[in-house]
């Protein structure tokens, strides 16, 4: 099945900084990669995410880029905030696999002000 | 936009006994449901899928007698946790798909912290 590896696990930035988070998947037939963000006790929230016909897409400051042959996807966030510090996990799923979720393990991020 | 009810939020029960853990679409048909389990500072592992209608599908080293799973209708899934053990005790999250979302929305439930005592 599908495994979906994520760094780093922990990530401090100073508030303004960029924080940049990188995920690689195994199966080549994945095609669906979104990311979510996770509060302490709370429900992932989609952020952001990307189909695999597209190589980058932005959200004013998230942007996530996509390489298919090497099969890697990054979160990048720019000009950090307080309120950005929470656990960011990165996922995949393919339609031959149910469109099933399989997460990376999480990072957290920490935006020192 | 799509949202999903869980229930309850939180919930303590005795060892040996069962919990149910309900999760209903509220503005749109979950034709899929798929069931998570999040230990502390970990990431969330898929413990099955299921499909209205039909039997749930387990992911490997879920145990099916102990974790079962009801979607007989597009608004309601159900987990019940038999015979909970302290090892069970997690958060459990169930997130939905099917007809009103978009075409690759997930949509998660608030979760139900489950603690075994």
């Known amino acids: 099945g599908e495994n979906v590896e994520q760094h780093p696990s922990t990530l401090s930035v100073q508030e303004g900084d960029s924080a940049v988070i990188k995920c690689t998947y195994s199966?080549?037939?994945?095609?669906?990669f979104p990311w979510y963000k996770q509060e302490l006790g709370k429900r992932p929230q989609l952020i952001i995410d990307?189909?695999?016909?597209?190589g980058e897409k932005k959200d004013q400051r998230i942007a996530v880029t996509l390489n298919k042959t090497a099969k890697h996807f990054s979160l990048h966030i720019t000009e950090t905030q307080p309120e950005d510090s929470a656990v960011y996990f990165c996922?995949?799923?393919?339609?031959?696999?149910?469109?099933?979720?399989?997460f990376g393990g999480g990072t957290r991020v920490l935006v020192k002000p | 936009g799509a949202v999903v009810s869980q229930h309850p939020s939180r919930v303590i029960c005795k060892s040996g006994t069962s919990v149910k853990i309900e999760c209903r679409s509220l503005?749109?048909?979950?034709?899929?449901m798929f069931w998570y389990r999040q230990f502390p500072k970990q990431s969330l592992m898929l413990m099955a899928t299921?499909?209205?209608?039909?039997?749930?599908?387990?992911e490997q080293g879920v145990e099916k007698d102990k974790f079962l799973i009801n979607h007989a209708s597009l608004t309601l899934s159900t987990l019940t946790v038999t015979s909970a053990h302290p090892e069970d005790s997690s958060f459990y999250i169930c997130?939905?798909?099917?007809?009103?979302?978009?075409?690759?929305?997930?949509?998660f439930g608030s979760g139900t912290r489950l603690t075994v005592v």
């Open positions: 990307i189909r695999s016909n597209v």
């Open positions: 996922a995949a799923s393919m339609a031959a696999a149910g469109n099933k979720l399989t």
């Open positions: 997130s939905a798909r099917g007809f009103g979302t978009s075409n690759y929305g997930y949509t």
């Open positions: 299921s499909n209205e209608g039909s039997k749930a599908t387990y």
């Open positions: 199966d080549s037939a994945s095609n669906y």
């Open positions: 503005d749109f048909q979950a034709t899929t």
